[in-house]
């Protein structure tokens, strides 16, 4: 954890710097010491041999050697506290000495110059001058062995004389060392704080961005090093992120609202299969909760011959836009492939569509046509057929031509009423009817068309009632057309009434409506064919209504009427019982002109 600190790296190596520099230049002072010394040693000895009284050629003996090396002691500096000499024969046997640890210990000798490179040198007859601290037990010296004669004299200098200084250098440096790695560690410190600082402050902000928040930014000081620039970069980067992310947002959250409220429903597949997203609309088209199932179980379980490896490989050349029937419903399904970012196919939107009412609308419109089809021909065959049969010569029986004419003007009376009421639905559904909108009384209106349609009414030997509950308010309306959706509904009633029967008209008022109720004793409308009444050229008994003159029409148009004037039409009914109609129409505002809805 601590290495892993780039502030303490950096510390550790400014202490490692300076430990590494202060070793190598204690070690070469102790070095520079060591030769300074040893230096001093062979310069000794060089003047010593420089002059002394000997000569080499002459092959001096022991005494000789001896006797001058007393004499001359001080000149080869060998009788200082820690310089010795010892001359031995040419087979290295001890001889003479002034070493106070040989004369103590003889035995030393023999382990000291046999293990001594330059006394083996000069063995040989050569100079032993190389340079070497050797090291015998506890003990640290130069050596030097010079051949003479039959004799070599052999020169130890203990370490001794120079350990103090060593010491005090020593002591020195590891002081220097210990000042040198406190100043190297607070400075290291500091100077680390410098870079360590900023990146920290750009690591929390980082987090800060990471946790979603990028309104705070960074100070940039004035000095435009690397720091200053990245800080500077860094803010950059937290602007435009915030800028990316928030329009990545606004459109995230404006497709989560386009799914949400879309009427089509969308459920979104992976490459295996399983539902990755949903939005409510697929959700109400299933009439499921949770969409949890596989892809391919739900094409299993609605007979869709198209499996997730259709959708996502091009092997096959099914289609990607299938209907499936729901109960009463038609839903029809648009699939299409989506792909990752390495455009593969990540896996399959499905696009729900309930297609009921298009499909309710377009079987009206089918049977709309076969209707009006088939009311035009019925006349039209009937009329061609009389005509032609008094083409034929029926023209001289003026009877037979009196009744055929009957029937050809009755049929074109039926071709009239019928485009007639065609071309009224056709203006109300474009809403190019003009409407004569005029404060009128509702009570007025009905009466009047009761009592016309009392004669009528009569002549079934029915009977046809008015009844005005408490005070009826006016109304604003077209007066045509409310008229003609009374003269309907009473009309229907006295049709569909058995001789004898009874029709009851009631007017009255709501909160904010007036209402007119219909109500016969009549054959009735089976409860199966209550939703479709309304519907255009729909008949509960085709037969008998085509006889008694009617379109098919009426009802439609009534209830377009009523509901362009903002009010409501319904009807119930039962079989053989009779059938109730009521008509609800917004009141006029007093004072104000304006209806209220």
């Not at 063995?123 to 070497?132: L, P, R, V």
């Not at 939107?349 to 076969?370: C, G, P, S, Y």
């Not at 009523?562 to 129409?585: C, P, Q, Y």
Request: a negative charge; charged letters at 25%; one cysteine or more.
């Amino acid at each position: 954890m601590f290495l892993k600190s780039l502030q303490w790296r950096l510390v550790s190596f400014f202490c490692l710097v300076t430990f590494c520099l202060i070793i190598p230049i204690g070690l070469f002072l102790n070095k520079q010491v060591e030769d300074s010394y040893y230096k001093k040693f062979i310069d000794g000895i060089d003047f010593g041999f420089a002059n002394w009284n000997i000569d080499e050629n002459d092959n001096p003996d022991q005494k000789e050697l001896e006797d001058e090396l007393e004499a001359s002691g001080n000149l080869f500096s060998a009788n200082d506290l820690n310089k010795s000499y010892t001359i031995t024969d040419k087979n290295g046997k001890s001889l003479s000495s002034n070493d106070k640890d040989f004369l103590e210990n003889p035995g030393l000798v023999t382990g000291i110059l046999y293990k001594s490179d330059n006394f083996l040198r000069a063995m040989t007859g050569e100079k032993g001058n190389g340079k070497a601290l050797e090291k015998y037990g506890n003990t640290e010296f130069f050596d030097y062995a010079e051949p003479i004669g039959d004799y070599i004299i052999y020169f130890k200098y203990d370490k001794d004389d120079w350990i103090d200084i060593i010491k005090s250098f020593n002591d020195t440096i590891f002081i220097s060392l210990l000042v040198a790695l406190v100043v190297a560690f607070f400075l290291g410190y500091f100077l680390s704080r410098t870079i360590t600082a900023p990146l920290e402050r750009l690591m929390n902000k980082a987090k800060s961005i990471a946790a979603g928040d990028f309104d705070q930014l960074l100070d940039v000081k004035t000095s435009n090093d690397e720091i200053s620039k990245l800080t500077e970069t860094f803010n950059s980067m937290a602007v435009s992120l915030k800028n990316t992310l928030t329009q990545i947002s606004s459109e995230k959250n404006k497709m989560e609202t386009i799914f949400n409220y879309m009427t089509d429903g969308i459920i979104a597949f992976n490459i295996n299969g399983e539902v990755i997203h949903t939005n409510p609309a697929s959700r109400q088209i299933l009439g499921e909760e949770e969409l949890t199932e596989n892809f391919d179980d739900y094409a299993k379980r609605f007979g869709i011959n198209y499996s997730i490896k259709d959708a996502l490989y091009l092997s096959s050349n099914k289609s990607g836009e299938v209907t499936i029937k729901m109960d009463d419903r038609a839903v029809r399904v648009y699939f299409a492939v989506f792909t990752d970012e390495k455009r593969k196919p990540g896996g399959i939107i499905a696009v729900l569509q309930d297609i009921t009412q298009q499909e309710r609308l377009e079987n009206m419109r089918k049977e709309f046509v076969a209707n009006v089809s088939h009311e035009l021909r019925t006349p039209l065959t009937s009329i061609k057929s009389y005509a032609e049969t008094l083409l034929d010569g029926a023209l001289d029986d003026r009877e037979s031509t009196e009744r055929f004419l009957g029937v050809i003007n009755s049929e074109a009376d039926r071709m009239t009423r019928l485009v007639k009421d065609l071309l009224q639905l056709s203006r109300l559904d474009n809403q190019q009817l003009k409407w004569n909108m005029e404060k009128m009384s509702f009570v007025s209106l009905v009466k009047s068309a009761v009592e016309r349609m009392e004669l009528e009414a009569l002549n079934k030997k029915q009977v046809l009632e008015c009844h005005v509950i408490g005070d009826v308010p006016n109304i604003e309306a077209d007066y045509g057309r409310i008229e003609q959706v009374v003269f309907n509904l009473l009309s229907n009633a006295i049709k569909y009434t058995y001789e004898g029967g009874k029709i009851s008209v009631y007017i009255g008022k709501t909160k904010n409506e007036v209402y007119m109720k219909v109500a016969d004793t009549g054959i009735g409308i089976p409860e199966s064919d209550l939703p479709r009444i309304f519907e255009r050229f729909y008949r509960v008994d085709k037969a008998r209504s085509r006889e008694m003159g009617g379109t098919g029409l009426g009802l439609a148009i009534a209830r377009e009427i009523v509901e362009a004037h903002g009010g409501v039409i319904s009807i119930s009914s039962e079989k053989d019982k009779g059938t109730e109609v009521l008509v609800r129409l917004p009141i006029l505002q007093a004072g104000s002109g304006n209806v209220i809805v």
